[in-house]
Nanobody
Framework: QVQLVESGGGLVQAGGSLRLSCADS???????MGWFRQAPGKEREFVAA???????NYVDSVKGRFTISRDNAKNTVSLQMNSLKPEDTAVYYC?????????????????????WGQGTQVTVSS
């Protein structure tokens, strides 16, 4: 059973950096691990995802600023966020897709993800 726990959120000034981490405490063989975010009054949106083989997918707004990585042995995924902007402020959710193939490009639709963490707040001040 997949059980996701996020950590690493916080308050940072614009231009700063944060690193989010997510661990699957269930020890499951996870296929795709990803991050979504939800700002107040907005829909939850895709941020980035990585397959077990290392293929990645990013939303255009974070390309060149965010880097997703994973450690398959530890069942963890991280999101390094640099050059943060106030518009990056949101609750960030870790998610797992257990349907997409190991060597496929990760999907970005919320409905493709089967398991979710509880979320961690990221606030970027201007």
């Amino acid at each position: 059973q997949v059980q996701l726990v996020e950590s690493g959120g916080g308050l940072v000034q614009a231009g700063g950096s944060l690193r989010l981490s997510c661990a699957d405490s269930g020890g499951t063989f996870t296929y795709v691990m990803g991050w979504f975010r939800q700002a107040p009054g907005k829909e939850r949106e895709f941020v980035a995802a990585i397959s077990r083989s290392g293929r990645v997918n990013y939303v255009d707004s974070v390309k060149g600023r965010f880097t997703i990585s994973r450690d398959n042995a530890k069942n963890t995924v991280s999101l390094q966020m640099n050059s943060l902007k106030p518009e990056d402020t949101a609750v960030y959710y870790c998610a797992v897709d257990q349907k997409t193939g190991v060597f496929s490009v990760p999907r970005s639709a919320r409905s493709d993800y089967d398991y979710w963490g509880q979320g961690t707040q990221v606030t970027v001040s201007s």
